[in-house]
T-cell receptor, first 111, second 115 residues
């Protein structure tokens, strides 16, 4: 049972444009959502998070949107840069319990 | 952000031997650490939750006698893969969390190859 889903395995975006990565979840008890960026053979790097009491959180070029009724969250990267090319994982947790990860979306930003 | 150090980053061992992987939180005390495993082109799969001073909680399907976890202090957790076999070859990653916000910081991962 995949509680956190990223249905797009890959995304290709031109430099300077917006990248939108999507994530769906099924467990309504999740109250904390996070996005991580991962390069091959490295551990994930925390990007941005949002609690269930909010619907938007912004940090520089990264904005996370949460739609609780749809059980959907998205990560917007504007403007996209070649250095953003990596695999992005969304994750969710109930309080400080274990993180449940999605399957990841490989983002490629081309010039 | 917080720093989590994992060692070694890469290890090759013979089948039947045991391998220990260390996970340290360098600038904060981690009451909880998590161990994940990642197969190629797949997501991070949680193996176990390690709590300081108590027994680890293993996820379903993870053999606790094969993957021994020790969390002896607030800054160190170890994962020992016992009697390793080629199918144990994988990328193992730890994370540490000590924040009510639930943000977990990850180590750099360990690539284990069993030959």
């Amino acid at each position: 049972d995949q509680q956190v889903k990223q249905n797009s395995p890959s995304l290709s975006v031109q430099e300077g444009r917006i990248s939108i990565l999507n994530c769906d979840y099924t467990n309504s008890m999740f109250d904390y959502f996070l996005w991580y960026k991962k390069y091959p053979a490295e551990g994930p790097t925390f990007l941005i998070s949002i609690s269930s009491i909010k619907d938007k959180n912004e940090d520089g070029r990264f904005t996370v949107f949460l739609n609780k009724s749809a059980k959907h969250l998205s990560l917007h990267i504007v403007p996209s840069q070649p250095g953003d090319s990596a695999v992005y994982f969304c994750a969710a947790s109930v309080g400080t319990d274990k993180l449940i990860f999605g399957t990841g979306t490989r983002l490629q930003v081309f010039p | 952000g917080a720093v989590v150090s994992q060692h070694p980053s890469r290890v090759i061992c013979k089948s039947g031997t045991s391998v220990k992987i260390e996970c340290r939180s360098l600038d904060f005390q981690a009451t909880t650490m998590f161990w994940y495993r990642q197969f190629p082109k797949q997501s991070l799969m949680l193996m176990a939750t390690s709590n300081e001073g108590s027994k680890a909680t293993y996820e379903q399907g993870v053999e606790k006698d094969k993957f021994l976890i020790n969390h002896a202090s607030l800054t160190l957790s170890t994962l020992t893969v016992t009697s390793a076999h080629p199918e144990d070859s994988s990328f193992y990653i730890c994370s540490a969390s000590n924040q009510p916000t639930g943000v977990a910081f990850f180590g750099q991962g360990t690539r284990l190859t069993v030959v």
